[in-house]
């Protein structure tokens, strides 16, 4: 059974993972967690480069369009558009952010199955970084709150590497194929400058953003190692965009 996408399996992709990282949570046995994991992780780094799905013409599941996710307030709200952005640039999806009364909002602009694929992959591995942060203390608030902001920038940026790290894997097994490589590398350029340009139209003007306070390197190092042992994803609530208000 091939992992390479047909036009009917392409629409059912975010189901697909969503099955494979479902398997990989409820399984007692580490292996085929790790197994499970891995193959949802090819099956959308092939869905990002697959030369027959990225010639074949936009159908109803690949518009372009915005989408906005709530990431909440408090201290950790950079760490976690650190790993929406980790997440969204590796499927072509770019982000701004925005301050509101209800908290801080992302706003993404994709193709809408790339769309889907950031929500599920971000969505499982907020919930697991959240929940390593909640183990971690400190002689004071302050310091616990420094050590889990550190400890979240540290395992956004290594998401960012090991996401990039597939995506290479997965390009330079389609550019063994004949005579595809360049035309592969040439649709990809394309797709994202429809991206770029769109992205660019919907949001209008838009000013950078302040940077983050620096973080803590004992408590980076150790999200960044977290994130090595991460999976790909897991099972996300259906129907819940928001993050919450900050706390843990």
């Given amino acids: 059974m091939t992992d390479v996408l047909s036009e009917?399996?392409?629409?059912?992709?975010?189901?697909?993972?969503?099955?494979?990282?479902?398997?990989?949570?409820?399984?007692?046995n580490v292996h085929e967690a790790e197994a499970?994991?891995?193959?949802?992780?090819?099956?959308?780094?092939?869905?990002?480069?697959?030369?027959s799905r990225l010639t074949e013409r936009p159908g109803p599941g690949d518009d372009l369009e915005v989408r906005q996710?709530?990431?909440?307030?408090?201290?950790?709200?950079?760490?976690?558009?650190?790993?929406?952005?980790?997440?969204?640039?590796?499927?072509?999806?770019?982000?701004?952010?925005?301050s509101t009364p209800g908290g801080t909002v992302a706003v993404l602009a994709g193709r809408t199955?790339?769309?889907?694929?950031?929500?599920?992959?971000?969505?499982?591995?907020?919930?697991q970084v959240a929940a390593q942060m909640a183990?971690?203390?400190?002689?004071?608030?302050?310091?616990t709150q420094r050590e889990r902001r550190s400890f979240l920038f540290g395992f956004a940026d290594r998401i960012g590497e090991i996401l990039n790290e597939s995506r290479q894997r997965a390009e330079a097994l389609a550019h063994e194929a004949p005579d595809r490589g360049t035309a592969m590398a040439l649709v990809v350029r394309e797709?994202?400058?429809?991206?770029?340009?769109?992205?660019?139209?919907?949001?209008?003007?838009?000013?950078?953003?302040?940077?983050?306070?620096?973080?803590a390197a004992d408590g980076y190092g150790r999200g960044s190692d977290a994130a090595n042992r991460a999976d790909v994803g897991r099972r996300r609530l259906?129907?819940?965009?928001?993050?919450?208000?900050g706390g843990r």
């Fill in 69 to 98: 996710v709530v990431v909440g307030r408090g201290a950790y709200v950079r760490g976690r558009l650190a790993l929406l952005g980790s997440v969204a640039d590796h499927h072509d999806v770019r982000m701004v952010f925005q």
């Fill in 36 to 51: 499970f994991s891995g193959k949802a992780a090819a099956l959308i780094a092939r869905h990002r480069i697959d030369p």
């Fill in 191 to 215: 797709r994202r400058e429809q991206v770029d340009e769109f992205a660019a139209e919907s949001w209008g003007r838009v000013r950078s953003a302040s940077r983050p306070a620096g973080v």
């Fill in 8 to 28: 009917a399996d392409d629409a059912s992709l975010v189901e697909r993972v969503r099955k494979l990282l479902d398997k990989a949570e409820n399984t007692d």
């Fill in 135 to 143: 183990g971690l203390r400190r002689g004071t608030g302050a310091a």
């Fill in 238 to 245: 259906d129907g819940r965009d928001a993050i919450g208000p």
């Fill in 113 to 127: 199955s790339d769309l889907d694929l950031v929500e599920v992959v971000y969505g499982s591995l907020h919930s």
